[in-house]
């Protein structure tokens, strides 16, 4: 209560405690199995609001957790009695068609960001679920269906705003502390909170072409084979997903696979022209004997939204992931092996990289992960909470079992929270270091300590 008192005569925005109207709507976050109970939310309008938030948890020695949307799996957007900085009120975002910039607001969604950006013709790469936040997305890597063509979210950015431990507001690029910008893609939860990003802009057509190819769960072996061979050489416009799962009504299914197993070769083309599209998905849609395939045009926003009705407010979610440096017949083995032992709401997918995404040096940034051909989730997604044990132990049985074939490198935001030995290998041990030595200086205290962490220790 004196917390909440205090950050009240400090904010312009609004500061809820658990006796608030409201708490209990501002505490939810996107995935229903995390449950915690801020001592303080403070839900920020202006960077005044930030800084005042930073400063209480550095004074009081609290937890303090960043959200924007909420999507972090593990619940690192919230937390247990201490202070939660909820940036969904600092969600503008202005782009200057000239400069091809978007300015955006720290609690900016992917759906404002392509919403404005489009609305000019132009776009840069982000994720595939469209409430995710932005920051958290970006500021960890961001895989999305434009990275073959643009590269990575992180790779976008141009320029960050960042509050730091000190509650000192800093602009950071490659001109204005260059050694933190090249911390912050990749690691930047650690160093700050961003209140605005400068994101480079990339031409867009208004209509991408998707096409998928479905295939019977006996010819998994042979259809990941071709995807093999297939996905990596596709043209950069396009990125080739193989997944593993049963077949939903959520889906662009026929009603009558609805409910089966099934291996799904599903491509998204955002290049010039529907016959450059349907040329280079043709091999995918001409392999084999598929059950069904399908190739259609449709507007860009609907691409970056179709996948929101699978992922929905309040529903139970674990995943985890790694990059692959080849698809061998042991990856594959494993892959149909623990796919086997699958319920409805389990799948395991293969993302085929490389393209722009592949071409920034590896020592660029601290995202790692450039030269893997290929990037593999697993992921359940379930309603019932008396089921949390049984789908979580399946994920952490299947990470296990991929671990050995996984790459030297990680994406970071497919590792699960506390496995310091994942954190670690997301970067490698030189840029561990590197950023070991960053933390140090921005953050000696760890006062940005929920996230994929750092520790300033070493």
Known sequence: MELAKTLTDQVRGQVLDPASEGYEQARSVWNGTVERRPAAIVKATEVGDVIAAVRAARRTGLDLAIRCGGHSIQGLSTCDDG??????????????PEARIAEVGGGALLADLD????????????????????AGLALGGGLGRLMRKHGATCDNIAWVDLVTADG????????EEPE??????????NFGVVTRFGFALHPQNETCWGAIAIHAPEDARAVLAFYADYAPAVPD???????LGTLDAGGPFPPELIGRKAIVLSASHCGDTEEEAAAATEPMRSFGSPLHTMFVGLPYLFFQGMMDAAYPWGGRFYDKGGYLDALTGDVIDTMLEQHAAAAPGNSLALFGLGGAFGRVPEDAMAFSGRNA?????????????????????????VGRAMTPHFSN???INAVEAGEADSIRRAYGDEKYKRLIELKRRWDPDNVFRLNHNIDPRG
Do not use: K
Request: hydrophobic share 40%.
């Open 83 to 96: 202070i939660l900085l909820d940036l969904s009120g600092m969600r503008e975002v202005r782009v200057d």
């Open 168 to 175: 000192e507001l800093i602009r950071v690029s490659e001109d």
């Open 180 to 189: 933190l910008f090249w911390g912050i893609r990749g690691a930047g939860s």
């Open 373 to 397: 051909p290929f990037f593999m989730n697993l992921e359940t997604r379930w309603d019932d909470p008396a089921d949390d044990e049984q789908r979580v132990g399946w994920g952490r049985t």
């Open 115 to 134: 919403r404005a950006s489009m609305a000019h013709g132009l776009v840069t790469p982000t994720g595939t679920v469209s409430h995710t936040g932005v």
């Open 409 to 411: 490198a990680n994406y």
């Open 237 to 243: 416009a396009m990125i080739c997903i193989a997944s």
